[in-house]
């Protein structure tokens, strides 16, 4: 199994996640086997884009 570059990172991960699920009504728990790709992927997709955004703005 590979090394995790920075293991703190998967809780910072784990609540930015849940505030963007919050934000777009998304319920998330534990065991997300109930929800539908396009929830999940709703999440993720909107993670990925406000962190390009975000590198956008620190260049």
Do not use: H
């Not at 534990?30 to 260049?59: A, F, I, T």
Request: charged share 25%; hydrophobic share 35%.
């Amino acid at each position: 199994m590979a090394q995790k570059l920075v293991p703190e990172a998967k809780q910072g991960l784990n609540r930015f996640k849940m505030e963007i699920a919050n934000e777009l009504n998304v319920p998330f728990t534990d065991y997300n086997g109930n929800l539908s790709s396009k929830q999940c992927g709703s999440v993720g997709g909107e993670m990925v884009k406000r962190m390009v955004e975000q590198y956008e703005k620190s260049l």
